[in-house]
């Protein structure tokens, strides 16, 4: 019963909301690239990722960790990604997703 339980609780964490200050400390290893902004950097070809939706972000982040979507870009990005958690992935989408627009 107790390990029954104790299952439960961890389950509920793992689904627990993203957290978008885990998000901010994981993004200081993103802003050489995509700027601490988000604005991205044309020198690195490295887009512009503030205030997109986080579904999307989730999605792209995910996609270029598993060599889903692979060109000569994205494969710079690979080595800042392949070691992130699926809940270390949405804790970012939501911080970047939370950045201001460009007007
Ligand atoms: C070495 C430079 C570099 C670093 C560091 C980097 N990226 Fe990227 N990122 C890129 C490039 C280049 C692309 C564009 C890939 C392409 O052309 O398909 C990209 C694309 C993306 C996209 C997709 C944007 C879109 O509109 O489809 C997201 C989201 C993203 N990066 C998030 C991150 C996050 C989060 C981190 C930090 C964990 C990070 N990147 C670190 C270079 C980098």
Redesign the pocket.
């Known amino acids: 019963m107790i390990k029954v339980l104790f299952f439960i609780a961890i389950c509920s964490m793992a689904s627990f909301s993203a957290d978008s200050e885990n998000g901010a400390k994981?993004?200081k290893?993103?802003?050489?690239?995509?700027g601490a902004d988000g604005m991205?950097?044309k020198s690195?070809?490295?887009?512009?990722?503030a205030g997109?939706f986080e579904w999307?972000?989730?999605e792209?982040?995910l996609n270029?960790k598993t060599g889903k979507?692979?060109?000569?870009?994205?494969?710079?990005?690979i080595?800042?990604?392949k070691n992130?958690s699926d809940s270390?992935?949405a804790d970012?989408?939501l911080y970047?997703s939370q950045l201001p627009k460009r007007k």
């Open positions: 994981l993004y290893k993103c802003i050489a690239c995509h991205g950097k690195q070809k490295a887009p512009m990722v997109q999307y972000i989730q792209q982040i270029i979507r692979e060109n000569n870009n994205s494969k710079k990005m080595p800042y990604v992130l270390d992935i970012l989408s970047i």
